[in-house]
């Protein structure tokens, strides 16, 4: 008979009681307390003994407070327990805020590869930014404010 063996050393009283109530009743919501203040300490532990519902209510309990923490973090957080769901969501979410993020310290930290995932399939995309550029090179710019000067509340650009 074989026998696994979980090193639980790494993990405090507070989460040990909140896998111990997970294993003993294998209810979730009304059994064990996980909330926006423990689930990033969890979501590690929950996927290192491959506790795949308790995984999913982490993950729910992110995606439902996410605005609440650090995407750069939900991201390192995905990454380093290999919960591709979380990376997936926060690589998700840099795309779309990818032109005021693309400055940033973390960004420019992260791994290239990441990096350029995340620009070739930001919205609107690189192909839109160089049409912009190309527009504004050929003087779309003025013939912009020209048009705004002339009818203000009618502003198009052809």
Not at 141 to 147: A, G, W
Request: glycine residues 2%; hydrophobic residues 35%; charged residues 25%.
């Amino acid at each position: 008979m074989e026998v696994d063996v979980f090193n639980l050393k790494h993990i405090t009283t507070a989460q040990f009681a909140i896998l111990k109530k997970y294993l003993y009743t294998f209810s979730l919501v009304v059994h064990v307390n996980i909330s926006e203040a423990n689930v990033f300490e969890m979501v590690p532990i929950a996927s290192d003994l491959k506790l795949q519902k308790l995984t999913n209510y982490c993950i729910t309990t992110i995606f439902k407070a996410y605005q609440n923490w650090d995407i750069y973090d939900i991201l390192d957080l995905g990454l380093n327990c290999s919960v591709k769901t979380i990376t997936n969501f926060a690589k998700y979410h840099l795309m779309i805020t990818y032109q005021i993020r693309k400055d940033e310290k973390r960004f420019q930290k992260l791994d290239r590869s990441i990096q350029n995932e995340i620009e070739r399939n930001s919205w609107p995309g690189p192909e839109y930014w160089e049409k912009v550029k190309n527009f504004q090179e050929c003087g779309g710019d003025y013939y912009i404010s020209r048009k705004k000067q002339q009818d203000s509340d009618k502003c198009i650009i052809n």
